[in-house]
């Protein structure tokens, strides 16, 4: 079928739903809902057979919808219906949700229901729910609705409130005043629901030292205590604020009045102001914890799960210091685990947006992601392995073909491309790794094309080795145990050995510093060269400024297809 997504956004779900509807053969292009005649002469150019809206802010227009069927991917169970869908489910702490794919029509998410799914609920934030629980629930719904459209001979479920089976309902935009939190009388669970249902938009609306902040990335302390509202300690880049019943480690803030208003690490928004706080060391039970290691049967684990997936300077150094440590240990196998979120999606861009020199500091980023993927490539000791829970773009993508081996949960989306930044470059060794694993003709190819990939095609391709099926919360003791399995296997020395001897043969044709030297010879122009690209770019992404027209590497119709124009 040719499938046109109108869009809001090509954010992870769109992305998700554009890599699982292409392998099943379908053709889909992409259009960015900019405005009514935009969209308009995308179905006039594209002639599809379906539309569908994975995300969307505003209703589709009605000469669209009159003359194709547009199915809305909607956050919520069904009945359910209203702009903050997911937002309400977190705030009143619902154990169950759903997505529900309808009919878009003249009444915001009245239409008739095509396909619905259903899913418990986490612990988590919304961001996260969204990336994960309601991502999964998404696809399928979509493909029982794709099979159900394709069939031709399905009724959808006109949308009857009155139906007690039907449990949601019509909820409002949530606002700052349904989630403000009164530090004097709000539980810890209360306020962490209340920062996780706004958790990574809008945030929650709070004052810190007199300044007006939005709060995220929030976690439970619990040894900690102090006077309720106080602010306790600090750790890395959070601080502990102290509730009725405890204590709150908030990691991120956004200053709307400030001159960087976008998300930063707590501890650099009040860098003066928390400099007096208790520094707390964080471990298992206690503090907010950005890097740790376990270990069990010859295997560790090094975790990283940073906020978003990006990576600063300093975060990569820290990085690199537990990394060499880990090798210093008796075991085989080193899993580089990542986040439940994002594996890693590069450079911190926010911080470099913040530095007095973003130039420099885009500098110093890079080659410190580097220091770190040459020693993971480096690494003869041990067999490395690239643990993927969640996504990965950009530089993240290399960072994870450092290892030896890249596993990858089914569903994780990899973006390995950097031209979507202004035309940059990319440094982390990927001149070196992608044709390696993908060879040169594909190479040229997945950089060029600037599109998402799902784990099938990214294994075809090389770029991973083994895809791991199964439930997000199965996946950190799966590959702990696939890995200890693979440490007992008579294979695995050899396998050590071929690696070593591999990696020597290949500094031999050219020198890793070679590479990178040539990598970094690109990006200095990036940097500090004529053309401003990456730093209009940057800028672009770190503002949210939104996109004035849908990139052609997504918008098929505006490539290949001549204009037809509807009568
Ligand atoms: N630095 C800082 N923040 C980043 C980031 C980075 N490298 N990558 C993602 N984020 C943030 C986004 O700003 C967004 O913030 P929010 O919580 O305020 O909404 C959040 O992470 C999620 O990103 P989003 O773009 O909405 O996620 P996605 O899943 O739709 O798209 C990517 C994933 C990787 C395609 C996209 O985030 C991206 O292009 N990132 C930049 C990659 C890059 O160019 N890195 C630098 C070169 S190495």
Not at 294 to 308: I, K, R, T, W
Request: proline share 5%; hydrophobic share 40%.
């Amino acid at each position: 079928m040719r499938i046109l997504f109108l869009t809001h956004a090509f954010n992870s779900l769109t992305q998700r739903l554009h890599v699982e509807l292409r392998s099943l053969g379908h053709q889909v292009s992409v259009e960015f809902d900019i405005n009514d005649a935009v969209a308009q002469e995308a179905v006039e150019r594209y002639q599809p057979d379906l539309v569908i809206a994975p995300f969307l802010k505003r209703a589709i227009p009605e000469s669209i919808w009159r003359r194709y069927v547009c199915l809305v991917v909607h956050p919520g169970i069904r009945g359910d219906r209203g702009p903050s869908s997911l937002d309400w489910a977190v705030l009143k702490g619902e154990t169950r949700w759903g997505v529900t794919v309808l009919q878009a029509n003249a009444e915001m998410d009245a239409g008739d229901i095509w396909a619905s799914v259903e899913f418990e609920m986490r612990e988590a934030s919304k961001g996260s729910l969204y990336r994960n629980e309601v991502t999964e629930a998404a696809v399928e719904a979509m493909r029982l609705a794709v099979d159900r459209f394709a069939a031709g001979d399905f009724r959808p479920q006109p949308l009857d409130q009155s139906d007690p089976d039907i449990q949601g309902e019509w909820r409002p935009l949530a606002k700052q005043t349904d989630r403000v939190i009164d530090w004097q009388r709000d539980s810890s669970e209360l306020i962490l629901s209340k920062i996780r249902s706004g958790d990574g938009v809008p945030g929650v609306k709070d004052t810190l030292f007199g300044r007006e902040c939005f709060l995220y990335d929030a976690r439970l302390e619990i040894n900690l205590t102090g006077n309720p509202g106080e602010l306790i300690a600090r750790c890395g880049p959070a601080i502990c604020r102290a509730t009725v019943d405890g204590a709150v480690w908030i990691g991120h803030l956004k200053e709307q009045a400030s001159e960087h208003p976008f998300k930063l690490p707590a501890t650099q928004l009040l860098a003066s102001e928390t400099e007096h706080l208790h520094e707390i060391e964080a471990d298992e039970a206690s503090g907010y914890r950005e890097i740790w290691y376990e270990e069990a049967e010859g295997v560790g684990l090094l975790h990283f799960p940073f906020y978003n997936g990006a990576m600063s300077s300093e975060q990569c150094e820290a990085l690199l210091q537990a990394y060499r440590q880990a090798k210093q240990r008796e075991t085989k196998v080193i899993l580089l685990m990542g986040g439940p979120d994002y594996w890693s999606n590069g450079m911190h861009l926010n911080r470099i947006e913040a530095a007095s020199s973003a130039a420099d500091e885009s500098w110093r980023n890079i080659n410190a992601i580097d220091d770190l993927a040459r020693e993971i490539i480096e690494t003869e000791s041990h067999l490395t392995i690239a643990a993927l829970q969640g996504n990965a773009g950009a530089g993240g993508v290399f960072l994870a073909r450092a290892a030896d081996e890249v596993w990858a949960r089914r569903g994780v989306i990899l973006n390995p491309h950097y031209k979507d930044m202004g035309n940059l470059y990319g440094s982390e060794y990927w001149t070196y790794l992608l044709p390696r694993y993908a060879g040169q003709e594909n190479a040229e190819r997945i950089v060029e094309s600037r599109l998402p990939m799902g784990v099938d095609e990214a294994k075809a391709l090389s770029l991973i080795d083994q895809v791991i099926d199964g439930p997000s919360a199965a996946f950190v003791p799966q590959v702990r145990q696939l890995a200890t399995a693979m440490i007992r296997t008579p294979a695995f020395n050899e396998r050590l050995h071929y690696k070593n001897a591999r990696r020597q043969a290949d500094e031999s044709v050219k020198p890793l510093a070679r590479y990178r030297e040539e990598e970094l010879e690109q990006m200095k122009h990036n940097f500090y060269g004529f053309d401003p690209s990456y730093h209009v770019a940057r800028y672009n992404f770190v503002y949210k400024v939104p996109k004035s027209r849908t990139p052609l590497t997504l918008a098929n119709h505006r490539r290949t297809v001549p204009l037809r124009r509807v009568s």
